[in-house]
Nanobody, 121 residues
Framework: HVQLVESGGGSVQAGGSLRLSCVAS???????????MGWFRRALGKEREGVST???????IYAESVKGRFTISRDNAKNTLYLQMNSLKPEDTAVYYC?????????????WGQGTQVTVS
């Protein structure tokens, strides 16, 4: 069993920054480094959307809405995923989730965190 736990959310004024972290724990056994990791978000009253993904080779995709403002990274030795969020906008307000696709193909996510709230005013 693998658990993903997000942290780093909070309230910030427009233009500010936050850094989200997601730590994988449990039965990782080095599998984390072969996984595709992603950040997703769900705004109140809206469906979940992808924010950014980083696959096992380090290939990164960003949603157009966050490109140039957000940076995804991973530290495989620490089983940790990060999302640096700069120039935050009110429309970034959402619950942010990290997820892992153990197949590495970024198509079907096996594990999800509980989410962390980001509020931009």
């Amino acid at each position: 069993h693998v658990q993903l736990v997000e942290s780093g959310g909070g309230s910030v004024q427009a233009g500010g920054s936050l850094r989200l972290s997601c730590v994988a724990s449990g039965n990782t056994y080095g599998r984390y480094g072969r996984s595709c990791m992603g950040w997703f978000r769900r705004a109140l009253g809206k469906e979940r959307e992808g924010v950014s993904t980083i696959d096992s080779s380090g290939y990164i995709i960003y949603a157009e809405s966050v490109k140039g403002r957000f940076t995804i990274s991973r530290d495989n030795a620490k089983n940790t995923l990060y999302l640096q969020m700069n120039s935050l906008k009110p429309e970034d307000t959402a619950v942010y989730y990290c997820a892992a696709d153990r197949s590495g193909y970024c198509v079907s996510y096996d594990y999800w965190g509980q989410g962390t709230q980001v509020t931009v005013s």
